[in-house]
């Protein structure tokens, strides 16, 4: 890397700084109600002191508390930066999710409460309970159905499918066969699905007709029919399609021989599947996210590291009891919805609430009347979410009634200290604590918070690494920053840990150049024991990290990750594009926004066939990064230019574009090629603002 990248990224982390410690109006310390504390799973320090000092036991102690059908014989082998745990151990997840329930009263528990985002305007909101019985015998039934078309152990199967209790189902029937899932966001796009798909080379594709969307239908099945158009992927060898609708299905395409209907499937299913015994290594899901350049990345999770993260997270951080309801309301296509949705509160035994819709349906209370009517009482959401709901006004959670809830918990960026204190006390009614999770899709579960019970919290403060889990600061040659509190620097995780991605699929090499590259010993040679997640942080006083975000090339758009270089190959596929950069520009709700920088080809025949009126181009090319990549990733603001601001060595200068895009005062531009390309493009961007 060069140099130049280098302070590039440590102004990015000093920006953030900079700027949450402006918001920081008043420093605020929240202690949990002594109630609170005397009930929670976690009020001492001892699990710390555990950790700290016997960390190998530490983790073996936390996987005792699942089933497993063959002791381990060794607890890790650390072969930088590939780790393996519970080596020797068969275990299998969607036993630990289910058949572990049935022995005694659980059985009659409600594993998932689902309700769907229609039927609320008649008073009558679709639902459906599945019990801790119930759930089993339809991921067995699956789990058969899954071995009739031909998938085994191994196998990849992609998942794009509403939130509906079904996702679960086929997320744990390939967990209970040892098949590899890879779900897909339902957001994203044919394309998108499609090189998913070809990537890992799914044979199987589950969908459904349609799912429910603020009020219309989002058409699965023929999205789907355009991702695999024309044998586009030649891996898949069925479609089985789940009938969302409650009546005659959304009308869509059934290919006779390819695609099936899931019902019809279920119809015959035996319900009779012992779980396979799974090796702690056997591969349990693929997941697909963002990185820096720009193809996404297939997370690699294994399954006995994973299963142990997500119930133990479940257990001290959600500190979850058996009356709780949970719910988390991420899409299951994200990591927060495999691992708090799905598998770490199943492990549990424990309620999950399940929400198909959006927040705003059919009006901006949905979420406080879902709260009330189920009495649910651990809420985790996002503060792009909470962001939308203070904008949204009081008066829509002061109209019902939440005293179900006791615990809060917020993902997936930064959360400013004005949008935590709003939760707290609108939401949390000052009563409940809040926990500020930080953690990714690599990580596969929580890594930074406090314990609700026993910590005392800080609005903008993550909090501490987990017992178990060794974080710290350094600077860009590994130096630590610890002990000055207020100085930013790299995030920087020194120890592996159970539920780490174990590769990036088919490419190894990226695993390590991404995630164990970032620092050198004395030598020159890459340090391979230490895992940069590439984010910045900062650390008060007392030790606890403030995350301050990305200082790569990602970008986080509504808690949602995104590659600047992912929006810049869409933009460049655009026959008029000749080039782009992409930059984050920050936002009152989505914490990140999207600005492209663009300039179009001279004589473009594509340009003059249509308007050269430019704001029709920035519109079509708008809608064509949404189609491309899916609407999440569609760019807030293009400004056309004639030129991009470059170094000698032609390096697209992003920190110039993210001072223009933030209109902050320019950087240095020493290093620039041609320092009027800056000036001209400051003053077109002030221009269209
Ligand atoms: C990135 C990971 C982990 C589930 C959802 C996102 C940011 C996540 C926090 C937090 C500040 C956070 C980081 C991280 N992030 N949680 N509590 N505070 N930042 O998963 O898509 O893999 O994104 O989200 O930048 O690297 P993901």
Redesign the pocket.
């Known amino acids: 890397m060069s140099e130049l990248e280098h302070t590039d990224e440590s102004a990015k982390a000093t920006d953030s700084a900079a700027q949450i410690s402006d918001l920081l109006v008043e420093e605020r310390e929240f202690a949990p109600g002594a109630a609170f504390s005397a009930a929670a799973t976690v009020n001492s320090e001892e699990l710390y002191q555990q950790a700290h000092s016997d960390w190998e036991g530490y983790w073996a102690e936390q996987a005792r508390g699942l089933d497993w059908f063959e002791p381990w014989h060794t607890v890790l082998k650390w072969d930088p930066p590939h780790s393996q745990w519970y080596l020797g151990g068969k275990l299998n997840l969607s036993h630990n999710c289910l058949d572990r329930h049935l022995s005694g009263w659980r059985r009659n528990k409600a594993a998932i409460i689902w309700e769907g985002e229609p039927g609320i305007e008649g008073g009558v909101a679709e639902q459906r309970t599945l019990t801790y019985q119930q759930l089993h015998r339809e991921v067995c039934k699956f789990a058969n159905v899954l071995k009739k078309l031909g998938v085994g152990k191994g196998d990849r199967v992609a998942i794009y499918l509403p939130m509906i209790p079904e996702a679960a189902v086929v997320m744990l029937a390939c967990a209970r066969i040892g098949a590899v899932h890879s779900v897909v966001f339902g957001g994203f796009s044919p394309e998108s699905l499609r090189d998913r798909i070809n990537d890992s080379q799914c044979k199987l594709l589950i969908t459904a007709d349609g799912g429910w969307r603020r009020g219309n239908i989002v058409r699965l099945k023929a999205e789907s029919d355009k991702a695999l158009e024309g044998g586009a992927c030649p891996s898949i060898e069925h479609v089985v399609v789940v009938k969302r609708s409650a009546g005659e299905p959304f009308p869509c395409h059934i290919q006779e021989g390819r695609d099936h209907w899931y019902h019809r499937l279920m119809e015959d299913a035996s319900a009779d599947c012992p779980a396979e015994k799974l090796d702690s290594e056997d591969l349990l899901f693929i997941l697909y996210?963002s990185g820096t350049t720009g193809k996404p990345k297939g997370i690699v999770h294994s399954t006995g590291g994973y299963s142990v993260v997500t119930y133990n997270t479940c257990k001290y951080v959600f500190d979850l009891k058996e009356d709780d309801i949970f719910w988390c309301t991420a899409d299951i296509g994200?990591?927060?919805g495999h691992s708090y949705v799905v598998y770490g509160p199943l492990q549990m035994g424990a309620t999950v609430l399940m929400y198909e819709g959006a927040p705003d349906y059919p009006q901006r209370d949905r979420f406080w009347d879902i709260i009330e009517r189920y009495r649910v009482s651990v809420f985790y959401t996002a503060p792009t979410a909470i962001r939308a709901f203070m904008k949204w006004g009081e008066e829509h959670p002061r109209a019902h009634d939440m005293s179900s809830l006791r615990l809060l918990g917020?993902?997936?960026?930064?959360?400013n200290p004005e949008a935590w204190i709003w939760y707290h006390e609108n939401i949390g009614a000052s009563r409940c604590p809040i926990v500020?999770?930080?953690?990714?899709?690599?990580t596969g579960g929580i890594m930074i918070t406090t314990l609700p019970g026993l910590h005392v919290s800080k609005p903008g403060f993550?909090g501490w690494a987990l017992p178990g889990v060794s974080a710290t600061i350094v600077d860009e040659k590994a130096r630590p920053v610890e002990g000055s509190a207020s100085r930013a620097g790299l995030l920087c995780l020194t120890r592996p840990w159970p539920s780490m991605l174990r590769t990036i699929w088919g490419d190894d090499e990226r695993f390590q150049e991404t995630y164990f590259s970032k620092w050198q010993d004395d030598q020159g040679n890459p340090r391979r024991d230490l895992y940069f997640?590439?984010?910045g942080a900062k650390r008060d006083s007392a030790g606890r990290f403030m995350?301050l975000?990305?200082v790569d090339d990602v970008l986080?758009v509504a808690?949602?990750?995104i590659g600047t270089m992912e929006v810049e190959s869409a933009l460049v596929d655009h026959p008029a594009v000749a080039e782009s950069a992409v930059v984050g520009r920050s936002h009152e709700i989505k914490g990140q926004a999207i600005v492209a920088f663009v300039t179009l080809k001279g004589s473009s025949p594509a340009l003059s066939a249509r308007s050269t009126h430019p704001a029709d181009i920035i519109d079509e090319l708008k809608a064509h990064v949404a189609t491309k990549i899916g609407a999440i990733a569609r760019p807030e603001e293009i400004i056309l230019t004639a030129d991009l601001p470059k170094t000698r060595s032609g390096k697209i200068m992003r920190r110039l574009l993210r001072d223009i895009a933030e209109g902050r005062t320019l950087g240095d531009t020493t290093t620039l090629a041609d320092p009027a390309v800056v000036e001209n493009l400051r003053q077109m961007y002030e221009g269209q603002e």
């Open positions: 996210t994200w990591v927060t917020s993902v997936g960026e930064p959360i500020d999770t930080w953690w990714q899709t690599e993550a997640p590439g984010d995350i975000g990305r986080n808690g949602h990750r």
